[in-house]
C-alpha cells in the first residue's frame, strides 16, 4: 500500500519569503515522487519528480524539493515567494517498480501568498 | 500543441440521467485515467486505462464506466448519476516507458452537478 500526506492544509507566507510545503508519504518499496500545482479553474500541472539520484530536486518556476529517505519526506520548497504562487499543491508518490501505475495523491494544501 | 481535452467542462444533470464525459489526448499516450476532487479528500483515481481494451478499477470506481477502443480517447460514463457524484472530474495521460517515469498530463477538469 502506498499513501501521501500533506499535514497542512494551507500555508501563509508573504510575498519574497521562502515557503515550503510539506509531504510525507509510505510505499513498501522505492518511490516516484512528484509535485504537482493546481490554479484556480485549472487542471493540474506538472511541477517536479524525484526518480532517483540527486535528493534535491530543481523544477518549474523556481521550485524545488527534497527527497529525505529516511524522513520519508518529499518537501516543496521556494527561496522567494510570488504572490502568482498562490495555488493548489499536490504531492503524488508511486512505486518505483513491482507495483501498479497507479499513483496516489496527497489531499492538497493551498498556499497563499501574501503582497 | 500536446494537450488533454475534456468534454464538456461544465454539466448539471438529474439523477439517474446518463452521461458521457468525453476524453481525448493527442500525445500517444498508452495510460490514460480518471480522477475526481473532492474538497479535503485531494484527488482519487476512478478507473484507468494501460492500453486499447485494458481497462482497471482505481480506488472509487463504483458508478462509473469506461471504455478505451482508441488509444486517444477514453470516456468515462455515468449510467445513472446520484448526487455523490457531484464532484470536479479530471482525465489524464502519461506515455508508459520501460522505468514508466512519465509525468501524468491533465485535461482541464469538468465540473458536475447532480441534482
Known amino acids: 500500500a502506498q499513501s501521501v500526506a500533506q499535514p497542512e492544509d494551507q500555508v501563509n507566507v508573504a510575498e519574497g519569503n521562502p515557503l515550503t510545503v510539506k509531504c510525507t508519504y509510505s510505499?513498501?518499496?522505492?518511490?516516484?515522487l512528484f509535485w504537482y500545482v493546481q490554479y484556480p479553474n485549472r487542471g493540474l500541472q506538472f511541477l517536479l519528480k524525484?526518480?532517483?539520484?540527486?535528493?534535491l530536486v530543481k523544477g518549474s518556476y523556481g521550485f524545488e524539493a527534497e527527497f529525505n529517505k529516511s524522513q520519508t519526506s518529499f518537501h516543496l520548497k521556494k527561496p522567494s515567494a510570488l504572490v502568482s504562487d498562490s495555488a493548489l499543491y499536490f504531492c503524488?508518490?508511486?512505486?518505483?517498480?513491482?507495483?501498479?501505475?497507479?499513483?496516489?495523491f496527497g489531499r492538497g494544501t493551498s498556499l497563499i501568498v501574501h503582497p | 500543441e500536446a494537450q488533454v481535452t475534456q468534454n464538456p467542462r461544465y454539466l448539471i444533470t438529474v439523477t439517474g440521467k446518463k452521461l458521457t464525459v468525453t476524453c481525448s489526448q493527442n500525445?500517444?499516450?498508452?495510460?490514460m485515467s480518471w480522477y475526481r476532487q473532492d474538497p479535503g479528500l485531494g484527488l482519487r483515481q476512478i478507473y484507468y486505462?494501460?492500453?486499447?481494451?485494458?481497462?482497471d478499477k482505481g480506488d472509487v470506481p463504483e458508478g462509473y464506466k469506461v471504455s478505451r477502443k482508441e488509444k486517444r480517447n477514453f470516456p468515462l460514463i455515468l449510467e445513472s448519476p446520484s448526487p455523490n457524484q457531484t464532484s470536479l472530474y479530471f482525465c489524464?495521460?502519461?506515455?508508459?516507458?520501460?522505468?514508466?517515469?512519465?509525468?501524468?498530463?491533465f485535461g482541464p477538469g469538468t465540473r458536475l452537478t447532480v441534482l
Open positions: 489524464a495521460s502519461t506515455r508508459l516507458s520501460g522505468t514508466t517515469t512519465d509525468t501524468q498530463y
Open positions: 510505499v513498501s518499496g522505492n518511490p516516484y
Open positions: 524525484y526518480i532517483t539520484g540527486d535528493n
Open positions: 503524488a508518490v508511486r512505486l518505483r517498480s513491482g507495483g501498479s501505475y497507479i499513483p496516489t
Open positions: 500525445m500517444n499516450h498508452e495510460y
Open positions: 486505462s494501460m492500453n486499447v481494451e485494458v481497462t
